[in-house]
């Protein structure tokens, strides 16, 4: 996991080690959407790992981007999806970029979270994208990319 600074934002780069193929780049955005899933994703892994049934979840971290937590994978997946061509509604498509991190290495980046935000201060304090000023307009907070990537009816998802 690296951090780097690229045109004035933070990028945060999870990869599995010795592995150049599969890794995700998250904006400090998605990075801060990310951040405030955290303890839902933990809910998830928490089930998996009880070996519950019916785990599925997929959370929305910023433009094509998802977390999922699914039962049968012992996985915590970081994907770009897309939506294909005439998609119905709800019916994204995961893409090959993204990295799907096993149990061990989620809890170790839980670990990591915290000293990042210490070291990168500006990071560790940057809002999701539904916080920005304009989006407490709703028409305008609807034509935002960042949280409304395949249309107005696929939201970011909030912490519950
Ligand atoms: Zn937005």
């Known amino acids: 996991m690296t951090v780097k600074k690229c045109d004035g934002d933070y990028v945060v780069t999870l990869r599995i080690k010795n592995d150049d193929v599969k890794y995700v780049e998250l904006s400090s955005k998605r990075w801060a959407a990310f951040r405030q899933l955290v ?38 997946d970081f994907r770009k999806f897309y939506k294909p061509y005439n998609a119905v509604y709800g019916d994204i498509k995961a893409t090959r970029c993204g ?47 960042e949280c409304y990537p395949f249309g107005h009816n696929l939201h970011l998802a909030r912490p519950h």
Do not use: F
Not at 48 to 55: I, N
């Open 39 to 76: 303890n839902d994703i933990n809910t998830g892994v928490k089930a998996l790992m009880k070996g519950e049934k019916g785990v599925k979840l997929q959370l929305h971290i910023g433009g094509g981007y998802y977390v999922s937590v699914t039962s049968g994978i012992s996985c915590v």
């Open 99 to 145: 990295v799907a991190l096993r149990l061990e290495e989620w809890s170790h980046l839980c670990s990591l979270m915290v000293a990042i935000n210490a070291a990168y201060p500006t990071l560790g304090t940057t809002l999701p994208s539904y916080y920005d000023e304009d989006h407490t307009d709703p028409m305008t907070s609807i034509t935002c990319t």
